[in-house]
């Protein structure tokens, strides 16, 4: 399984961005799908994470502002993100849970990870 996160960029405070993660491996649509985040200095911190079937769960941080999906049929999950803060400000990293190990919001449920994308809210 191979994971490849695309759509950071430099952004003002408010604005919206789209992360796109495709992922290769014919059981995609099978596997929890996550997104966590890494600011400099910091600790690796969920995001939100979709399951197989809709599902979605989310940081209380992002609630009401990030929103997670997923098209099986392109073998890609997506987070949009809306009235960014500079808070937001981090690496983004998808991450697949081939073992469906149910812990959503923890990195240890996850065993496939992309590499980052850096999202950059200026005030």
């Known amino acids: 399984v191979q994971l490849q996160a695309s759509g950071g960029g430099l952004v003002q405070a408010g604005g919206s961005l789209r992360l796109s993660c495709a992922v290769s491996?014919?059981?995609?649509?099978?596997?929890?799908m996550g997104w966590f985040r890494q600011a400099p200095g910091k600790e690796r911190e969920f995001v939100a994470a979709i399951r197989w079937d809709g599902t979605r769960m989310y940081a209380d941080s992002v609630k009401g502002r990030f929103t997670i999906s997923r098209d099986n049929a392109k073998n890609t999950v997506y987070l949009q993100m809306n009235s960014l803060k500079p808070e937001d400000t981090a690496a983004y990293y998808c991450?697949?849970?081939?073992?469906?190990?149910?812990?959503?919001?923890?990195?240890?449920?996850?065993?496939?990870w992309g590499q980052g994308t850096l999202v950059t809210v200026s005030s």
């Open positions: 491996g014919r059981t995609f649509w099978s596997y929890p």
């Open positions: 991450a697949a849970d081939s073992g469906y190990s149910g812990t959503y919001s923890s990195i240890g449920g996850y065993d496939y």
